[in-house]
Nanobody, 128 residues
Framework: QVQLEESGGGLVQPGDSLRLSCKGS????????IGWFRQAPGKERKEREF???????????DYANSVKDRFTISRDNSQNTAYLQLNRLRPEDTATYYC??????????????????GGQGTQVTVSS
């Protein structure tokens, strides 16, 4: 099984950009579709918001309508890493961001989210 760890968060100002990383352990990373999610302050785990997903080959990408014009998902299987580029950040993007292996994704979310194989998340705070 793959285990994922997120990094790259931080404190930024509105309009700034960040690139989040999702590093996978082991050589099986390339076998999995990867999704990104976020949990806003005060929200429960079950309320995590789907943001984007990328297929194992990188050939298919899905985005939530709310972020598709600002966020870009990518992956580099040679580095066992998936990325989420966050552009034109807004205060409402403040959240803990998570990645996880997923299956059956579309713009409205993923049928299966294996978040037990994700990490502790990376905090993104957008504030002036």
């Amino acid at each position: 099984q793959v285990q994922l760890e997120e990094s790259g968060g931080g404190l930024v100002q509105p309009g700034d950009s960040l690139r989040l990383s999702c590093k996978g352990s082991g050589h099986t990373f390339r076998n999995y579709d990867i999704g990104w999610f976020r949990q806003a302050p005060g929200k429960e785990r079950k309320e995590r918001e789907f943001l984007a997903a990328i297929s194992w080959s990188g050939g298919n990408r899905d985005y939530a309508n709310s972020v598709k014009d600002r966020f870009t998902i990518s992956r580099d299987n040679s580095q066992n890493t998936a990325y989420l580029q966050l552009n034109r950040l807004r205060p409402e993007d403040t959240a803990t961001y998570y990645c996880a292996p997923v299956q059956g994704c579309s713009a409205s979310g993923c049928y299966d989210v294996f978040d037990n194989y994700g990490g502790q998340g990376t905090q993104v705070t957008v504030s002036s």
